[in-house]
């Protein structure tokens, strides 16, 4: 059984940075995708941003520019490296991981961003 634990979440200002880690514990074995989604009070959770063990990178189009996602292999682990956050940034950002071989998807409890005006 996998599980996702995100960590890194808080309070910023508007214009700052904050770093977003995800460890997977047990073994993903082989291709899969990593990645974080996110939700705000009254709306529905929406992409962030994934990347495959390739390193091939998918960015929804408020992230891009702003946000960077990466991984170590290795540790299955998936960074997500948020600058210049904005208010709207503000939501719960949870950690997901797909298997290609048998596409099982699992997700992480979230963790709150929260970004002050």
């Known amino acids: 059984q996998v599980q996702l634990v995100e960590s890194g979440g808080g309070l910023v200002q508007a214009g700052g940075s904050l770093r977003l880690s995800c460890a997977a514990s047990g073994s993903l074995f082989g291709s899969n995708t990593m990645g974080w989604y996110r939700q705000a009070p009254g709306n529905q959770r929406e992409l962030v941003a994934t990347?495959?063990?390739?390193?091939?990178?998918n960015y929804s189009g408020s992230a891009k520019g702003r946000f960077t996602i990466s991984r170590e292999n290795a540790e299955n682990t998936v960074y997500l490296q948020m600058n210049s956050l904005k208010p709207e940034d503000t939501a719960i950002y949870y950690c997901?991981?797909?298997?290609?071989?048998?596409?099982?998807?699992?997700w992480g409890k979230g963790t709150l961003v929260t970004v002050s005006s």
């Open positions: 990347i495959t063990t390739g390193n091939i990178r």
């Open positions: 997901y991981a797909r298997r290609w071989i048998n596409s099982m998807e699992y």
